[in-house]
């Protein structure tokens, strides 16, 4: 007999061996002196974190000037030579490129732009004015390209020639490759592919950078609707926070993609491509922050692999917390200290129906974009254009807190100093952006 008490389940079981093993990871390294309270690091005065403030939380800066400082004039468009047409796939991660290359695509070729359309990986079709600002798309533009609500009645869909072109098209692939085309078929419809390379090199400027800047950072913003839904769970992250000032952290943390085979290989440089929940719990444990720090995720619903971190931290939360349609608690605990809190859900009732449903994925995605680019700390725990794009746009807001994890063994945990070196057996360590090469 057990006395009518339950065993645990296996999946109860594994969540408790892997919360002891963060408690005992933490434990050891306090007794051997190991970890590290938040402290105040500086490189040429671009890198500070506050000392001894429940966490390495860092100020913002002042946003960048724009990128794009030449001033266009609408005479120096030339009349229209065709039209070019493309589509916003896959997410916002990948709008904000596919929109710089269409712009410098079109403005090489003095043809006209249509206003994309949006269309998502379950093949749902949207218009751009569902998600984006028109209206701000089209005022952007001025003096750049022409603009235009769709293609002419006489223009058939079949009449234009597909051409793929590469993120960051460079004028050198737009003549060789696009020009020919163009002056055939005289419209085109372009698809931007994503060579992984791109994502790391630092070319030379060009004479097309201060369009394609403009592209990227100047010319999508979120129709009213939909940014008043994010306004909103951002209000709602920081009176969640108010133990931290207001502040929280952001996650880049799917378990559909920690669950995918290519998840697990390392880079040369010790990152691994992506990191589980319990690594996100140890590493920000280490780093320094408090068991009150608020976390958003960017998995829409909670699922169990999660509740390690969880454990750690009973202030994470996801964008639909409630497992069960009714209000359910759940019960965390750390030494000596026990406790209830019912799971929130971060998205309300009346704007769940209409942006978590399963045809609204492309709207789930938007507000992840944005509410990492605009949280006090952004942790990536999978690598790709999400990250990239993400780390663009909050540097150039002024908000380059990103914390990167990585494994560096021995001395090579000392590659800088704007790193803040943790244990030196194998150091986890925050990498703090301040290279805007990229942004050029």
Same mark, same amino acid.
């Given at each position: 007999?057990?006395?009518?008490?339950?065993?645990?389940?296996?999946?109860?079981?594994?969540?408790?061996?892997?919360?002891?093993?963060?408690?005992?990871?933490?434990?050891?390294?306090?007794?051997?002196?190991?970890?590290?309270?938040?402290?105040?690091?500086?490189?040429?005065?671009?890198?500070?974190?506050?000392?001894?403030?429940?966490?390495?939380?860092?100020?913002?800066?002042?946003?960048?000037?724009?990128?794009?400082?030449?001033?266009?004039?609408?005479?120096?468009?030339?009349?229209?030579?065709?039209?070019?047409?493309?589509?916003?796939?896959?997410?916002?991660?990948?709008?904000?490129?596919?929109?710089?290359?269409?712009?410098?695509?079109?403005?090489?070729?003095?043809?006209?732009?249509?206003?994309?359309?949006?269309?998502?990986?379950?093949?749902?079709?949207?218009?751009?004015?569902?998600?984006?600002?028109?209206?701000?798309?089209?005022?952007?533009?001025?003096?750049?390209?022409?603009?235009?609500?769709?293609?002419?009645?006489?223009?058939?869909?079949?009449?234009?020639?597909?051409?793929?072109?590469?993120?960051?098209?460079?004028?050198?692939?737009?003549?060789?490759?696009?020009?020919?085309?163009?002056?055939?078929?005289?419209?085109?419809?372009?698809?931007?592919?994503?060579?992984?390379?791109?994502?790391?090199?630092?070319?030379?400027?060009?004479?097309?950078?201060?369009?394609?800047?403009?592209?990227?950072?100047?010319?999508?913003?979120?129709?009213?609707?939909?940014?008043?839904?994010?306004?909103?769970?951002?209000?709602?992250?920081?009176?969640?926070?108010?133990?931290?000032?207001?502040?929280?952290?952001?996650?880049?943390?799917?378990?559909?993609?920690?669950?995918?085979?290519?998840?697990?290989?390392?880079?040369? !440089?010790? *990152?691994?491509?992506?990191? &589980?929940?319990? /690594? @996100?719990?140890?590493? =920000?444990?280490?780093?320094?922050?408090?068991?009150?720090?608020?976390?958003?995720?960017?998995?829409?619903?909670?699922?169990?692999?999660?509740?390690?971190?969880?454990?750690?931290?009973?202030?994470?939360?996801?964008?639909?917390?409630?497992?069960?349609?009714?209000?359910?608690?759940?019960?965390?605990?750390?030494?000596?200290?026990?406790?209830?809190?019912?799971?929130?859900?971060?998205?309300?009732?009346?704007?769940?129906?209409?942006?978590?449903?399963?045809?609204?994925?492309?709207?789930?995605?938007?507000?992840?974009?944005?509410?990492?680019?605009?949280?006090?700390?952004?942790?990536?725990?999978?690598?790709?254009?999400?990250?990239?794009?993400?780390?663009?746009?909050?540097?150039?807001?002024?908000?380059?807190?990103?914390? !990167?994890? *990585?494994?560096?063994?021995? &001395?090579?945990? /000392? @590659?800088?100093?704007? =790193?803040?070196?943790?244990?030196?057996?194998?150091?986890?360590?925050?990498?703090?952006?301040?290279?805007?090469?990229?942004?050029?």
């Amino acid at each position: 007999m057990n006395g009518g008490r339950r065993r645990p389940t296996a999946a109860a079981r594994r969540r408790s061996e892997a919360k002891g093993r963060i408690l005992e990871n933490l434990a050891h390294e306090k007794l051997s002196g190991e970890t590290q309270d938040s402290q105040v690091v500086e490189k040429d005065a671009l890198v500070k974190l506050s000392e001894r403030s429940k966490g390495p939380w860092i100020e913002d800066y002042e946003e960048l000037k724009p990128c794009w400082s030449t001033v266009f004039d609408q005479n120096e468009i030339e009349r229209s030579r065709g039209y070019v047409t493309f589509s916003l796939t896959n997410g916002p991660e990948y709008h904000v490129s596919q929109v710089a290359d269409a712009v410098v695509v079109a403005r090489y070729l003095s043809a006209t732009l249509v206003l994309p359309d949006i269309r998502g990986n379950n093949g749902a079709e949207r218009a751009f004015k569902d998600i984006y600002n028109v209206e701000k798309f089209m005022k952007s533009l001025e003096g750049v390209v022409r603009v235009a609500n769709g293609l002419p009645d006489q223009i058939s869909i079949r009449d234009l020639a597909a051409v793929k072109v590469p993120n960051r098209v460079t004028e050198d692939y737009i003549v060789e490759n696009v020009v020919p085309v163009f002056k055939s078929k005289g419209n085109v419809r372009l698809a931007t592919y994503f060579p992984t390379a791109n994502m790391r090199k630092t070319a030379q400027k060009t004479s097309v950078d201060s369009v394609a800047c403009l592209g990227m950072f100047g010319t999508l913003e979120l129709q009213p609707e939909v940014n008043e839904v994010i306004d909103s769970m951002v209000k709602r992250l920081r009176t969640l926070s108010r133990k931290s000032n207001g502040r929280f952290i952001a996650v880049d943390l799917r378990v559909e993609v920690l669950e995918n085979k290519n998840c697990h290989g390392s880079s040369s !440089v010790g *990152a691994k491509s992506c990191y &589980s929940a319990e /690594e @996100i719990a140890l590493f =920000l444990r280490k780093v320094g922050f408090d068991m009150d720090t608020t976390i958003y995720l960017t998995q829409t619903t909670w699922d169990s692999s999660l509740s390690v971190l969880k454990d750690i931290f009973p202030r994470t939360y996801t964008k639909v917390s409630k497992i069960f349609s009714s209000p359910i608690t759940i019960l965390y605990s750390e030494p000596h200290f026990y406790s209830s809190e019912p799971l929130q859900a971060i998205v309300m009732p009346k704007e769940k129906s209409k942006f978590l449903e399963p045809e609204g994925t492309e709207f789930e995605r938007v507000i992840d974009f944005y509410i990492c680019s605009q949280s006090d700390i952004f942790v990536p725990a999978i690598s790709g254009l999400f990250y990239a794009n993400v780390t663009g746009k909050r540097i150039a807001s002024g908000k380059p807190q990103i914390l !990167v994890l *990585a494994e560096i063994s021995g &001395s090579s945990a /000392e @590659i800088t100093t704007s =790193l803040l070196a943790l244990p030196r057996r194998t150091t986890w360590f925050i990498h703090v952006f301040v290279n805007l090469a990229f942004l050029r």
